[in-house]
């Protein structure tokens, strides 16, 4: 038995971290804001109006409309 290994691997370059693998989607931060009448802010109860908000939500307005039954956007003080 003559194994005859040849190693011919070079050492990797000291700091170099691994890259993670490509392809895949950038998770979405947790702490996202809810915009007002989003899909996902009426899912978490909020209950501001969706029309009214769709400037907004757009860019068109810098102000919401929150209302004031809404618990995700009106926070109690
Ligand atoms: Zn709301």
Redesign the pocket.
């Given at each position: 038995m003559s194994s005859t290994e040849p190693s011919t691997e070079p050492e990797a370059p000291p700091g170099r971290p691994p890259a993670p693998a490509s392809g895949t989607s950038t998770p979405a931060p947790a702490a996202a804001p809810?915009l007002?009448?989003s899909p996902a802010?009426?899912a978490a109860?909020?209950?501001?109006s969706v029309l009214a908000?769709a400037a907004y939500r757009c860019g068109a307005s810098t102000s919401?409309l929150?209302?004031p039954t809404?618990?995700?956007?009106?926070e109690p003080t």
């Open positions: 809810l007002p009448g802010a009426r109860g909020c209950a501001c908000n919401p929150i209302e809404c618990v995700v956007h009106l």
